[in-house]
Every structure is written in structure tokens, then in C-alpha cells.
């Protein structure tokens, strides 16, 4: 069995499942795997930021069609690379965002929706 990275789901699925995710939760992260198995080191550090202040994120793995979830992330951030955090839908960054607000002390106040 050879591995697939992309699945094959249309544009048009893919772009609906981001606009979803990001209209129906409070906090969703776009990322290389899940939250319990990162792909790569920049999803790790984003999931493992997140999750100090808040349990309840929603984690999308973007690996099941990446090119995809390139194009429909980047109508919403204006980037292509993954890991990307929204919060009550405004795009907030990266994991080096992540960890630069989380520096300034920003980031928790960031993921505290009401």
C-alpha cells in the first residue's frame, strides 16, 4: 500500500470545510496532522501553545488535501503555510506569531473569547 498525501477532495469540499471550521469554532487551528500526532515541528509548537491556555481547540489536518487547503487558507490569511490559528474567525498566525504574542504575554488575552 502506498501512502496518498491527497485524497482527492475537490476544491470546492475543501474550501467549504475551512469557511466551516472557521465560522463554527471559537478557536480551530489548521495544520500537518491531528492534535495528538503532529506532522511537523511548526504544528507541534502552535498546538502545544494553544493548548496551554485553552483545551477546547479545533484541529484541522490540512495533510488529507494539502494543495487544497493551500488555496482555500489563502483566500482567508493571504498565506499558504500551515499551521494558521483563527479565533472567532480573524485569522491571528503561524506558530512563530503564536509564540511572539505568547512572549509578550498577548496570546492568552488573544484566545479568550467570550
Given at each position: 500500500?502506498?501512502?496518498?498525501?491527497?485524497?482527492?477532495?475537490?476544491?470546492?469540499?475543501?474550501?467549504?470545510?475551512?469557511?466551516s471550521a472557521i465560522e463554527e469554532n471559537?478557536?480551530?487551528?489548521?495544520?500537518?496532522?491531528?492534535?495528538?500526532?503532529?506532522?511537523?515541528?511548526?504544528?507541534?509548537?502552535?498546538v502545544d501553545l494553544i493548548t496551554q491556555?485553552?483545551?477546547?481547540?479545533?484541529?484541522?489536518?490540512?495533510?488529507?488535501?494539502?494543495?487544497?487547503?493551500?488555496?482555500?487558507?489563502?483566500?482567508?490569511?493571504?498565506?499558504?503555510?500551515?499551521?494558521?490559528?483563527?479565533?472567532?474567525?480573524?485569522?491571528?498566525?503561524?506558530?512563530?506569531?503564536?509564540?511572539?504574542?505568547?512572549?509578550?504575554?498577548?496570546?492568552?488575552?488573544?484566545?479568550?473569547?467570550?
Open positions: 500500500m502506498t501512502f496518498q498525501p491527497n485524497s482527492g477532495l475537490s476544491q470546492e469540499e475543501v474550501t467549504e470545510r475551512v469557511d471559537e478557536v480551530v487551528l489548521f495544520m500537518k496532522g491531528n492534535r495528538l500526532m503532529p506532522q511537523c515541528g511548526f504544528s507541534q509548537r502552535a491556555y485553552r483545551d477546547d481547540v479545533e484541529c484541522v489536518d490540512t495533510l488529507e488535501s494539502l494543495d487544497e487547503y493551500r488555496v482555500a487558507l489563502s483566500e482567508h490569511s493571504g498565506w499558504e503555510t500551515t499551521p494558521q490559528t483563527y479565533v472567532d474567525g480573524e485569522f491571528i498566525g503561524g506558530s512563530d506569531v503564536l509564540a511572539e504574542m505568547d512572549e509578550r504575554g498577548e496570546l492568552e488575552p488573544a484566545l479568550a473569547t467570550e
